[in-house]
């Protein structure tokens, strides 16, 4: 079975966003860079598909900076055997994107696509099924859990209140979302090993984003708040305060 | 100029999204000298919805209705894409549900427009829409404009107000397609919660941390839950979910739901920035920690220190009290 699996370099989740001067983008200095956590998903459920099949190719797929090699070499060590990275300045539109991945990936004839449900820098939650629309494919957003059997696709997709079980056939594109499987940690031979597995760089040309950021702010601050009292002898005012003061009880 | 509402029904119901993005829709028309049309797919039956959308002010209801419409497919996407295709309009709004997170970016590609996620405020300047929305998981906002004829736009639920403007009711009855050609299918649909609302979309949230000391401790916040009735659902930290006590379908936070209720309950949570990330748009927060040093009691409205043992009991018997009960 041959996977490809898209990951995006972005800067890791606790670390603190600073807008930079521009007023329209994020200052780099000072932040770590990781794998989108949903793409970590991705990926380990890829290696898994591939463990349990007990043969396949799977190829993680980077667009971006140069510098998105260092997440590549990650996915290597976690386990992936080819990396491609699409090296161009991407920006906020997904189906940007996702021409560029299309462009890349129909040649490879993959039995199935996998990305993070989102990534968690943009969050804009398209380019998995733009993707698939583009190749044609079918494809099944937001999965928890999936399992592939003689060509048929099976997922668990979270909506609200409740679980959608999908059915469709490969090749699919499917997207993940966090489920009973945590992403490994490379192992020291998996990092020696990544040295040497093909990583190939291909420049690209990105389409023009007809996304257009006029500015980036700050969540609005939320006005002081304060402490209430201390242990169950505050209880009274405390729901005295969210009926009369607040009005949310 | 025309703007489009999809709206979202689930077994034969409206979901009440739906009313928030035609209101929505319906303010920047007012803004900017429009019409707001709504377009409903679903089972048989779904065009006795139509009236209800008119209600909110879609002056046309476009309805696509047919058995193996019954369940969300990727037939969704090619009707509404043909809807969007054959007339001229200005945007067309999406709710940032589940189905709706699907459906736009489908819809996006078949028609080549860009598209913006989850939306928490739209405006319009010099007759342009611009639309604000989240990113890094709320860490910052980011404001947009699109570059297109057609602005597709999702709005992340229970952020736009519901408001009614009835106007007489014209219905459309849209062509449905070829259900055979159709690849994705819902085979079954399992309600997690039973009747319950969904952490993402319920009016109060009452979510619990590592504090909470174990899964057999959750009864505390059951109890206070029901005492609140049923516009509460329960939420739960990573940590929480990551130890297993809880399903990740309740996590709040990054790598969860981000909600914004009017009141969010958190207890026993520190306040990570990842939690933070996913429940600060709240109304009015209340945060109950042993640690009067924890983060969570910066972006709280109300803090109460102290010991959920103590305070969990009293508190679902004081709402209790104050409900008449």
Known sequence: ????????????????????????????????????????????????????AGEGDVLVVGVGAAASTEQLRTGLAMGADRALLLSGAVELDGLATAKVLAAAVSSEKADLILLGAKAADTDQQQVGPMLAELLGSPCITVAASLEVENGAVTAHREIEGGVEIVDTALPAVVTLTKGEHEPRYPSLKGIMAAKKKPLEERPIDVPAARILVKELTYPPERPP???????????PELVRLLHEEAKVL | MKLLAVAEQRDGTLRKVSFEVVSAARAIATELGGT????????????????????????????????????????????????VRGDDWFAVFFPASAMGK??????????????ATDATALAAENGELVITRPVYAGRAFAKVQLNAETRLVSLRPNVFRATEKAVSLQTNALAVGEPETWRVRVREVKAASGDRLDVGEAPIVISGGRGMKG??????LETLRDAIGPSAALGASRAVVDAGWRPHSEQVGQTGKTVSPQLYIAVAISGAMQHLAGMRSASTIVAINKDADAPIFKVADYGLVGDVADVLPRLSEEIRRLRGD
């Not at chain 2, 699907?102 to 598209?115: W, Y």
């Open chain 1, 1 to 52: 079975m041959k996977i490809i699996v898209c990951i995006k370099r972005v800067p890791d989740t606790e670390s603190r966003i600073r807008i930079a001067e521009d007023g329209i983008s994020v200052d780099a200095s000072g932040i770590k860079y990781i794998i989108s956590p949903y793409d970590e998903y991705a990926l380990e459920m890829a290696l898994r598909l591939k463990e349990k």
């Open chain 1, 225 to 235: 708040g304060r402490i209430v009292g201390k242990g169950a002898d505050a209880v």
């Open chain 2, 36 to 83: 707001v049309e709504a377009a409903l797919v679903g089972g048989p039956g779904t065009a006795s919805l139509a009236a209800d959308l008119a209600r909110h002010g879609a002056a046309v209801v476009h309805v696509a209705e047919h058995d193996a419409l019954s369940l969300y497919s990727d037939g969704y996407a090619s009707i509404i894409s043909e809807l």
């Open chain 2, 102 to 115: 699907d459906l736009a970016p489908r819809v996006a590609a078949k028609l080549d427009l860009p598209l």
């Open chain 2, 215 to 220: 899964p057999e401790n959750w009864h505390l």
